[in-house]
């Protein structure tokens, strides 16, 4: 199975940065998808940034262009995402997860997540 363990959350200033950083461990070749996810109380979880292993395509959030940039260590199976401008409505609880396929079975995993807040 896969294991997700996230770092660098945090404090920051507005227009400040942060870079977060989500380590992978066990069966890492099953996995096909990596992202970051991100929530705040009371709303839902959303996409901040993601990445496909296959292809090479990444996604970012409309909130996140310009200002976010999510990549990859193979070597280390490292996830990490650089948030530059940090605004307050990035407050929120940071989440990395993984998706793939591991004896014919879909899977997705998460992080215990990490919190970014960010002072006006």
């Known amino acids: 199975q896969v294991q997700l363990v996230e770092s660098g959350g945090g404090l920051a200033q507005t227009g400040g940065s942060l870079r977060l950083s989500c380590a992978a461990s066990g069966n890492t070749f099953s996995i096909n998808n990596m992202g970051w996810y991100r929530q705040t109380p009371g709303k839902q979880r959303e996409l901040v940034a993601g990445?496909?292993?296959?292809?090479?395509?990444?996604k970012y959030a409309d909130f996140a262009k310009g200002r976010f940039t999510i990549s990859r260590d193979n070597t280390k199976n490292t996830l990490d995402l650089q948030m530059n401008s940090l605004k307050p409505e990035d407050t929120a609880v940071y989440f990395c997860?993984?998706?793939?396929?591991?004896?014919?079975?879909?899977?997705?995993?998460w992080g215990q997540g990490t919190l970014v807040t960010v002072s006006s």
């Open positions: 997860r993984v998706e793939g396929w591991e004896l014919l079975s879909w899977f997705e995993r």
């Open positions: 990445f496909n292993r296959a292809t090479n395509n990444i």
